[in-house]
């Protein structure tokens, strides 16, 4: 799940900033990469993102 979680963290930046490298240079399927960016920011990285903060910090309580 960690690795999961990096990979789909790096797609996503990769996608945004490239997508906004070229919007700024006017190239195309600048939207395209910049909606898949968000998409899998939203969708894959974030609730695995939370999901595995949760049950970290669930382990963290119940051994105090």
Do not use: E, R
């Not at 690795?3 to 190239?27: D, E, P």
């Not at 609730?47 to 963290?60: C, E, G, M, Q, V």
């Amino acid at each position: 799940m960690q690795k999961t979680i990096y990979i789909s963290g790096f797609v996503a930046g990769f996608c945004l900033s490239t997508g906004s490298l070229f919007k700024i240079m006017h190239w195309p399927f600048a939207s395209i990469l910049l909606l898949l960016g968000f998409i899998i920011l939203n969708v894959l990285f974030m609730p695995l993102f939370f999901y595995h903060k949760y049950k970290t910090a669930d382990k963290k309580i119940i051994s105090s």
